[in-house]
């Protein structure tokens, strides 16, 4: 059976979907998470303790919006959240279950949560954002600058969507099929290969504005995506060994997005 194709433009020239065989680097992922559990278990054995949410949350700090990958939920971003919250960070769920809409729909609601989030906090979001997720960070960094402080991606193919493995492209042929079909919430062809997609597109292909920082954290080792499409050329790029699914529990990626949070607007790279 045929898959419906995804736009040309989400494809430049240049890009590549990752071979059929390098979605194996995903098994890595066991390990990663093993290595999180690890230095868990060191730091618990160690006496320490997350402070949030007690007295010791950073009073000057942005809060952070954690949004997840595709056909995934803020659960996925449960390693992120502890890590960030131990840092003293005040951490928020996008309130996405499972990441499978239309992706201009899916960042107006998220551009819905962040002013709720702005309002209660009394200042700008820094937004942490997992593949997809970090593609609707880099547009809504674009429209609403005076919401967002700061975004970090990891692993997020912001220069060509479209290099992307097979694997991939059949979860979302199984979207949009489930869509014609009268399921509700989905992606629908428009969102892969017409308007909707463009209009996704070109607003993340925009320059940020230079009170924004924008951090893309990416690896080579990534078995989904081509990682050449996630080093936007206007982001501080920072280089993990991990796999794409790993960056979400992997230490030393979620180290990097800790560092990048931390350091905030002085990571901000000149255009």
Partial sequence: ???FPVADFLLPEGFDAPGRGAVLREVRVVTEAGRLAWSRFERRVGGRRP????????????????VPGFMAGDASLSALTHALREQGHRTYRSRIHANVGCTVRASEKLESRLESVAARRGRRVTIVGHSLGGLLARGLAVRRPDLISGIVTLGSPMLAPGAHHVALTRSLDALVRLSRAGVPGLMALECVAGDCARTSFDESRLPIPPEVSFTAVYSRRDGIVDW??????LATAVEVR????GMVVDPAAIRAVCGAVAAG????SEP
Avoid at 51 to 66: E, H, I, K, N, S
Avoid at 228 to 233: G, H, L, M, N
């Fill in 1 to 3: 059976m045929a898959t």
């Fill in 51 to 66: 402070p949030y949410p007690g007295q010791t949350v950073l009073r000057d700090v942005d809060p952070v919006v954690l």
């Fill in 228 to 233: 050449r499409a996630c080093v936007d050329p």
């Fill in 242 to 245: 991990s796999s794409h699914l």
């Fill in 265 to 268: 607007p002085s990571l901000r």
